[in-house]
Nanobody, 124 residues
Framework: QVQLVESGGGLVQAGGSLRLSCAASGRTASRYAWGWFRQAPGKEREFVTH????????YYADSVKGRFTISRDSAKNTVYLQMNSLKPEDTAVYYC?????????????????WGQGTQVTVSS
């Protein structure tokens, strides 16, 4: 069983930055594709970004393109989400997810493992 643990959330003013981390247990975590999703109160879970197993391919939602960057450190079994120029509409619980089979997707049900989520709040 793989466990994902997110960290790095918090309260930040609009225009600020945060870096989220997601650490995975298990030696095979380096073979997974990863994604970040977010869910605001009263809204459905929303795709943010994903990264391939190799780390060479990334994809972003239009709402975060140019502001957020996903990266991975396979040696540490950790994936990161650097968030810059944060906006109040970025406020949500952020979840990391790992896909064993698929190369990365915008669809939540593709992913096999999920973290518990970390709260990001952006004040105006």
């Amino acid at each position: 069983q793989v466990q994902l643990v997110e960290s790095g959330g918090g309260l930040v003013q609009a225009g600020g930055s945060l870096r989220l981390s997601c650490a995975a247990s298990g030696r095979t975590a380096s073979r997974y594709a990863w994604g970040w999703f977010r869910q605001a109160p009263g809204k459905e879970r929303e795709f943010v970004t994903h990264i391939s197993v190799s780390g060479h391919t990334t994809y972003y939602a239009d709402s975060v393109k140019g502001r957020f960057t996903i990266s991975r450190d396979s040696a540490k079994n950790t994936v990161y989400l650097q968030m810059n120029s944060l906006k109040p509409e970025d406020t949500a619980v952020y979840y990391c997810a790992a896909s064993v089979v698929y190369p990365g997707s915008t669809i939540p049900k593709i992913y096999d493992y999920w973290g518990q989520g970390t709260q990001v709040t952006v004040s105006s």
